[in-house]
C-alpha cells in the first residue's frame, strides 16, 4: 500500500481509531489524516497512533500533493533518531511553535502570533526537530503529545 488518506470525523468508527486498527495491522502503512483547523487533538491522536502526516480539510492540491510526495518520499527514510539526551529541554520560544504545529498552523501563522518572522520560525522548528530527534512536524507533533508537552 502506497498512502491512505483518513478523515478524523467523518471515518466510521472515525479517523483515530481507523488510523491506529490500520498502522496496527499494516506497520508500514503511510497515513495521512485530514482534519478541521479546531481538530488539532483528533490530528495528533492520529498522528500518535502511527498517522505520517495531516493536513486541514482546506489543504490546496498543492498542499496535498507535497504531502504525498512527502509521505512517499520518507518511506526509504531510516525511523527517527532518538534524542541524545531523554531529559532534554526546550525553550520557551520552542514550545511556542510546538504547541502551534501542534494546532495545524503555518510558520507563517506561528510567526504572526508571536511577533517573528516565518524564517526565525524555522530555526526554531530547525532546533526544536534536532533536540527531539525527528524529521518533521508531524514527528514533533506527535511526540509533543507523547511527552505531555502539549495538550
Do not use: C
Not at 502503512?29 to 491522536?45: C, E, K, L, Y
Not at 509521505?71 to 520557551?92: F, I, M
Not at 526537530?129 to 514527528?139: E, I, P, S, Y
Amino acid at each position: 500500500m502506497d498512502v491512505v488518506l483518513v478523515g478524523t470525523q467523518r471515518a466510521v468508527p472515525n479517523g483515530v481509531e481507523a488510523t491506529r486498527r490500520l498502522v496496527s495491522a499494516h506497520p508500514q502503512a503511510n497515513v495521512i489524516v485530514f482534519g478541521a483547523p479546531d481538530d488539532a487533538g483528533s490530528i495528533a491522536a492520529a498522528i500518535a497512533g502511527g498517522a505520517r502526516g495531516y493536513l486541514r480539510w482546506d489543504a490546496s492540491r498543492p498542499e496535498l500533493v507535497a504531502a504525498l510526495a512527502h509521505t512517499l518520499a520518507s518511506t526509504s527514510v531510516p525511523a527517527p533518531r532518538q534524542p541524545s539526551d531523554p531529559g532534554v529541554q526546550l525553550t520557551e520560544r520552542e514550545l511556542q511553535v510546538l504547541r502551534g504545529m501542534s494546532q495545524g498552523k503555518s510558520n507563517g501563522q506561528i510567526g504572526r502570533e508571536l511577533y517573528l518572522s516565518e524564517d526565525t520560525v524555522k530555526t526554531h522548528a530547525r532546533r526544536l526537530f534536532r533536540k527531539l530527534g525527528v524529521r518533521d512536524r508531524a514527528q514533533a507533533v506527535a511526540h509533543g503529545f507523547r511527552r505531555g508537552l502539549v495538550a
